[in-house]
């Protein structure tokens, strides 16, 4: 079954960086494009960005462009989320999802249970 | 960016109610939308997609309607387990945006 583990989360000062990580299983790993979106503490969902099934096309919530650098790694089913200069606005659950057909665009039935990223002094 | 706007932002109802949710695009994205159900603590769920498909083992009393920039989440007969946040999303073009959520709420 389709299968999505997020990793990396933990607490670190603003202005540092940290890269998140979302392992897949259950799938063919290079038909699909994976997508992160994150929640801050009792706020609602915000799409953050998208790396395209081979890898070719990366998209970006405008607001986070040039912070967050999206890239997947094929050989171990992984896709990053490289994250500079956070602040204390950064702070969220960050989720990876898939779409539900081949490909990289549509809805999201496939999430991972999330990683908590905490920016505090 | 498309502006996904979701009311209202909160609703009571009762088990057994019947409950809209409306969400509106602020441009159109033919039936490029998707509906979700969080719970606190949890992923989101995904309920419909392409605005009136229901999603495998999502129950009947579940539906969608709507294209272009105005669309429809429907509950008929609330039960327990519906009591939770929901989330419109669109996915017609990059960026993708959500409604900013309609919480349901037991009166």
Redesign the interface.
């Known amino acids: 079954q389709v299968q999505l583990v997020e990793s990396g989360g933990g607490v670190v000062q603003p202005g540092r960086s940290l890269r998140l990580s979302c392992a897949a299983s259950g799938f063919t790993f290079s038909s699909y494009g994976i997508h992160w979106v994150r929640q801050a503490p009792g706020k609602g969902l915000e799409w953050v960005a998208l790396i395209s099934d081979d890898g070719s096309d990366e998209y970006y919530a405008e607001s986070l462009r040039g912070r967050f650098t999206i890239s997947r790694d094929s050989s171990k089913n992984t896709v990053f989320l490289q994250m500079h200069s956070l602040t204390v606005e950064d702070t969220a659950v960050y989720y990876c999802a898939r779409v539900l057909y081949g490909g990289n665009s549509g809805s999201l039935p496939y999430w991972g249970q999330g990683t908590l990223v905490t920016v505090s002094s | 960016?498309i502006q996904m706007t979701q009311s209202p932002s909160s609703v009571s109802a009762s088990v057994g109610d019947r409950v809209t949710i409306t969400c509106r695009a602020s441009q159109g994205i033919s039936s490029?939308l998707?509906w979700?159900q969080?719970n606190p603590g949890k992923?989101?769920k995904?309920l419909i997609?392409?605005a009136s498909s229901l999603?495998s083992g999502v129950p009947s009393r579940f539906s969608g309607t709507g294209s272009g920039t105005d669309f429809t989440l429907t509950i008929t007969s609330l039960q327990p387990e519906d009591f939770a946040t929901y989330?419109c999303?669109q996915?017609h073009r990059?960026?993708?945006?959500?409604?900013?959520?309609t919480k349901v709420e037991i009166k």
Request: negative net charge; charged residues 5%; without cysteine.
């Open positions: 960016d490029w998707a979700y969080q992923a989101p995904l997609y392409a999603h989330y999303q996915a990059f960026p993708y945006t959500f409604g900013q959520g």
